[in-house]
């Protein structure tokens, strides 16, 4: 064992990169998204999406109700994910609703009941791709799936029987989907066919065998929430409740521990510079879920040499 362990610290370098406060009164802030150079986030706490332009930030949509957790293209709008409200709102880029549509069909978006959808990824054929994660228990079963969204407005169950699958990338060039499950504490990776289903589900990587918490989580329910590919290739989870994102080759290897200043970090994206946004909260059960939203530069992210 403490072979392993030797190992495994040989494997583990922490950055010493400053971060940036972008927003520091953030509520409970999740899935950010880089649309240009303008960065959108919800805030699950305030029913309402902000965005960060400039160094300003702003409210760009709310609803009441809705609590929402991730942004996606769609169309020729956003599709916001409304986790709590158990809907999608699309949303044109000025910030105007457009439709509600996930708890019963319509003549526009014939859509199959969502569930309540969390993370989100646009593909390349006009859809999205989510998460509809089940109950958040480490005592519940394994009832999570991922579905699609198409563009016709039609929603399809792709994966099931998953522990609450959290964030979710797609890979257009490798045709390959990732999926954060996030009790199981491990990344699973699907390969996506041209009608949009998914196949061959294997593990990519064990977050307990390359990453094991140094200190045993004072949170029941930390695992593996959302996750992004780095310019350089990785690919970068958050790990909810243990203050830290790892960096992981392309293989599912570790190549660095990224350590946060809020426990419940939720996500993270890439800008065009090659820096990331990062959203996490300290509280996570007590209004107003204070978070922040903060800027890594891109050498948080380099490849040793």
């Not at 030797?6 to 922490?14: G, R």
């Amino acid at each position: 064992m403490a072979a392993i362990g030797a190992a495994l610290a040989a494997l583990v370098v922490t950055t010493g990169a400053t971060s940036k406060a972008l927003d520091t009164r953030a509520s409970y802030p999740e899935g950010p998204l880089y649309v240009g150079e303008t960065l959108y986030y919800a805030e699950m706490g305030a029913d309402r999406v902000s965005t960060i332009e400039k160094g300003r930030k702003r409210v760009f949509w709310s609803e009441p109700d809705c609590g929402p957790t991730a942004l996606a293209p769609y169309g020729e709008g956003l599709l916001v994910f409304c986790h709590i409200g158990e809907r999608f709102a699309l949303v044109d880029r000025a910030g105007r609703t457009v439709r509600h549509f996930g708890r019963e069909p319509d003549e526009v978006f014939p859509a199959r009941p969502v569930g309540h959808p969390n993370d989100g990824i646009a593909d390349d054929k006009g859809g999205v791709y989510f998460s509809d994660p089940g109950p958040f228990s480490k005592d519940a079963p394994a009832q999570g799936a991922v579905k699609r969204l198409g563009p016709d407005g039609v929603v399809t169950t792709v994966a099931s029987d998953l522990w609450y699958p959290n964030g979710i990338w797609f890979d257009a060039g490798a045709r390959a989907l990732f999926v954060d499950e996030h009790l199981a504490r491990r990344v699973l990776r699907f390969d996506v066919a041209a009608d949009g289903t998914l196949s061959n589900k294997t593990v990519f990587a064990e977050i307990d065998a390359i990453a094991p918490p140094s200190t045993a989580p004072f949170f029941r329910e930390a695992g593996v929430d959302g996750l992004e590919r780095a310019p350089n290739g990785d690919l970068v989870v958050a790990i909810y409740g243990e203050s830290r994102l790892l960096q992981l080759t392309p293989e599912g290897k570790l190549r660095r521990v990224i350590p946060t200043p809020f426990q419940y970090v939720t996500n993270i994206a890439f800008a065009p510079d090659g820096s990331a946004a990062v959203v996490g909260s300290f509280i996570n059960d007590q209004p107003p879920f204070p978070g922040q939203v903060i800027r890594l530069p891109p050498e948080a992210f380099a490849i040793p040499r």
